[in-house]
């Protein structure tokens, strides 16, 4: 990482900036083609579960390629510090990772990783998840390596954060 000064090199850090994120952006390469769409997901300290339809782009790239990149964003603000645009910045928290993805074909390990993704979103117990309807795909991300970065940019956005040490707190 460039900017040292930015990182979040605590795993543990990252597992908390991960659980405040609510939109994964996966990025997918196909022929020189990229693809980078916004998913749901899950997380389970070690991979990311997301699910798609039964066919589509998403498919037709993994099995071209299950090689993946993965950035998520959390408590993101414009801090425009001077009428002048060129100084202004965001602050944010943020995860990059890359993965191999796995598609999960038993009923037991697609609930499973439904049940990662339902817990990302719910707020106390989370609901109990139904049988995977037909057609319905889940896919693990074994994540190879993952990385995390903290901007406040001077921002009031962050005061509790200083990008530092323990920085990121649930």
Known sequence: MFRKDKEIS???????????????????CRDDKPYVIPVCFGYDGRCLYVHTA????????????????????????????SADPCGWGFAYFSVVGNGRVEELVTLEEKALGLDFIVRQYA????????????????????????????????SSILESHDCGPSSVKD
């Open 10 to 28: 605590r795993r543990d850090e990252i597992d908390a900036v991960i659980a405040r994120c609510r939109v994964c952006y996966l990025a997918m």
């Open 54 to 81: 039964g066919a589509g782009q998403k498919i037709d790239f993994i099995r071209r390629n299950p090689q993946v990149c993965f950035t998520m964003t959390c408590d993101a603000g414009l801090v425009a510090r």
């Open 123 to 154: 707020e106390g117990t989370p609901p109990a998840v139904p049988a995977p309807p037909a057609g319905l795909r889940v896919w693990r991300i074994q994540i190879s390596d993952l990385t995390g970065k903290c901007s406040p940019a001077g």
